[in-house]
């Protein structure tokens, strides 16, 4: 029996959207603890994982959760389970820039079955279910139709918990930005895959993220008629990280076939 449910969904949006004003009013001082040199956790992040947790278990108490901060060694798959980023966007969110956001996904049977990504600065929601479309604030959004590579603008990432990582990532962003219009850098993966839902982009590549990154992103793209994948041109992972393709669909095995041949 499927636990996502209307009424869960109305709930858990609404939950979200409440929970946002945790990024918006920025606490002072600023608590900040480095995962390392490059990857930071605050007490927004700790604050916005906790009240979602608590929430997230009394609406639904059967299904597990999978968190950015409180970490999954003991999930068992087989069973429904959160997929939250309490902050998707942490540098951002240090540096005052404005771009950042909640990323909240259900799955089950293996597949994420709802996402929710929510930017309370532009206070846009992003939300899908599968099979029933994807919204922004309540509206159908779709992908571009830029037919080919050389039409299109494209997303990129640039791996900063993982700088050993570097090199080959800037070598595919510039065989990237050669092929098409042009390249952005947002520093969120969550709202830069609903960049790509709904044609502000034509896609977006990382060579890591995990899948608190992409879980909700990666269905809203779906319901919107894009397509998300690894570099490979395989499904993602909803356990463990690695790299990752997103489009329009029209421009995605242009982009697979140019970072092979970028390797």
């Given at each position: 029996?499927?636990?996502?449910?209307?009424?869960?969904?109305?709930?858990?949006?609404?939950?979200?959207?409440?929970?946002?004003?945790?990024?918006?009013?920025?606490?002072?001082?600023?608590?900040?603890?480095?995962?390392?040199?490059?990857?930071?956790?605050?007490?927004?992040?700790?604050?916005?994982?906790?009240?979602?947790?608590?929430?997230?278990?009394?609406?639904?108490?059967?299904?597990?959760?999978?968190?950015?901060?409180?970490?999954?060694?003991?999930?068992?798959?087989?069973?429904?389970?959160?997929?939250?980023?309490?902050?998707?966007?942490?540098?951002?969110?240090?540096?005052?820039?404005?771009?950042?956001?909640?990323?909240?996904?259900?799955?089950?049977?293996?597949?994420?079955?709802?996402?929710?990504?929510?930017?309370?600065?532009?206070?846009?929601?992003?939300?899908?279910?599968?099979?029933?479309?994807?919204?922004?604030?309540?509206?159908?959004?779709?992908?571009?139709?830029?037919?080919?590579?050389?039409?299109?603008?494209v997303a990129v990432g640039t791996v900063p918990g993982h700088r050993e990582?570097?090199?080959?990532?800037?070598?595919?962003?510039?065989?990237?930005?050669?092929?098409?219009?042009?390249?952005?850098?947002?520093?969120?993966?969550?709202?830069?895959?609903?960049?790509?839902?709904?044609?502000?982009?034509?896609?977006?590549?990382?060579?890591?993220?995990?899948?608190?990154?992409?879980?909700?992103?990666?269905?809203?793209?779906?319901?919107?008629?894009?397509?998300?994948?690894?570099?490979?041109?395989?499904?993602?992972?909803?356990?463990?990280?690695?790299?990752?393709?997103?489009?329009?669909?029209?421009?995605?095995?242009?982009?697979?076939?140019?970072?092979?041949?970028?390797?």
């Amino acid at each position: 029996m499927c636990i996502c449910t209307p009424d869960l969904v109305e709930r858990v949006v609404a939950l979200v959207r409440q929970t946002g004003v945790l990024l918006t009013q920025r606490p002072d001082p600023q608590a900040i603890q480095a995962k390392s040199a490059t990857d930071y956790v605050t007490n927004v992040d700790l604050a916005v994982e906790d009240t979602l947790r608590e929430a997230l278990a009394e609406l639904a108490p059967q299904v597990q959760f999978m968190g950015e901060e409180e970490g999954h060694s003991d999930l068992d798959p087989a069973r429904p389970f959160w997929i939250l980023d309490p902050v998707d966007g942490t540098t951002n969110f240090i540096h005052n820039y404005g771009h950042s956001a909640i990323s909240l996904a259900l799955a089950e049977d293996g597949q994420v079955v709802f996402g929710v990504v929510y930017n309370p600065y532009r206070q846009e929601c992003f939300t899908a279910v599968r099979g029933q479309g994807a919204q922004c604030n309540g509206r159908p959004i779709q992908v571009s139709t830029a037919p080919h590579l050389s039409d299109s603008l494209v997303a990129v990432g640039t791996v900063p918990g993982h700088r050993e990582l570097g090199q080959q990532a800037f070598a595919q962003m510039w065989a990237v930005y050669n092929a098409c219009q042009d390249i952005r850098r947002s520093g969120s993966a969550s709202l830069d895959l609903c960049d790509v839902a709904c044609g502000r982009v034509d896609g977006y590549l990382e060579l890591y993220l995990q899948p608190w990154d992409y879980a909700a992103g990666s269905l809203i793209l779906a319901e919107a008629g894009g397509c998300a994948t690894g570099l490979d041109g395989a499904p993602l992972c909803l356990t463990q990280g690695g790299p990752l393709l997103s489009s329009n669909g029209r421009i995605h095995t242009a982009l697979l076939e140019l970072l092979e041949q970028s390797n």
